[in-house]
């Protein structure tokens, strides 16, 4: 089955502790997404990349960090430096190439203790 | 810059018809895409408008799109208790690969 998964679906990090969120999809898309949703809040764009080894800045990047060495994969590091990351994270993926409709994994939610 | 402002909440009665609206800014806007999340879950894809059309209907789904007032509005016929969730409007950004989102409609389903 095609689709994009998120890996795990809950998770707790200690203060000061960097993490890292998985993404995967198997749809061949080029473009990734992170978002982060807060309680009774829309979608905050994080980190976007188009390509392969290329990613761009959302609207809230400080404090995380992506990578896209592989097509399929998009992981997302919330470090420290990141004041409240207590959220829950959705990523997305697009085909590009001009379509724009997006296909969100089923999130995780990040809380820091 | 770009906005999407929705009503953030919609109580309906079983059976009836419900209407979620949306006001957007980008007048360059190719596709303008309707969303459903329910609780603790990711956004699935309802249905989407191409900017060149004013009605597309899928089943029990009708979207309006008004380019003049840049509103668009989804109405659901027949809405059901498993239609409860947050429904999100989305817009393209003319020239960039990304969407911008409302906040989000909460709608509950009452008998």
């Known amino acids: 089955d095609g689709g994009i998964t998120q890996s795990p679906k809950y998770l707790f990090r200690k203060e000061g502790q960097n993490v890292t969120l998985s993404c995967e999809q198997n749809l061949n898309h080029d473009a990734m997404y992170w978002y982060r949703q807060d309680p009774g809040q829309g979608l905050r764009l994080i980190y976007y990349s188009q390509i392969v080894n290329d990613f761009q800045k959302g609207d809230i990047a400080e404090g995380y960090s992506v990578s896209r060495e592989k097509k399929e994969s998009f992981p997302l590091t919330v470090t420290s430096a990141q004041k409240n990351p207590t959220a829950f994270y959705l990523c997305?993926?697009?085909?590009?190439?001009?379509?724009?409709?997006?296909?969100f994994g089923p999130g995780t939610r990040l809380t820091v203790l | 810059g770009e906005d999407v402002e929705q009503s953030l909440f919609l109580s309906v009665r079983e059976g009836d018809s419900s209407v979620i609206n949306c006001t957007y800014t980008d007048s360059s806007s190719t596709y303008l895409y309707w969303y459903k999340q329910e609780p603790g879950a990711g956004l699935q894809l309802l249905t989407y408008i191409f900017s060149n059309m004013d009605m597309k209907q899928d089943q029990r789904l009708t979207v309006l799109l008004n380019k003049k007032d840049k509103h668009l509005s989804l109405r659901i016929a027949d809405t059901q208790t498993g239609d409860s969730a947050i429904y999100f409007c989305a817009e393209s950004m003319g020239g960039y690969n990304k969407l911008i989102f409302g906040a989000g409609t909460r709608l509950a389903v009452h008998p």
């Open positions: 997305a993926s697009s085909p590009g190439q001009g379509m724009t409709e997006q296909f």
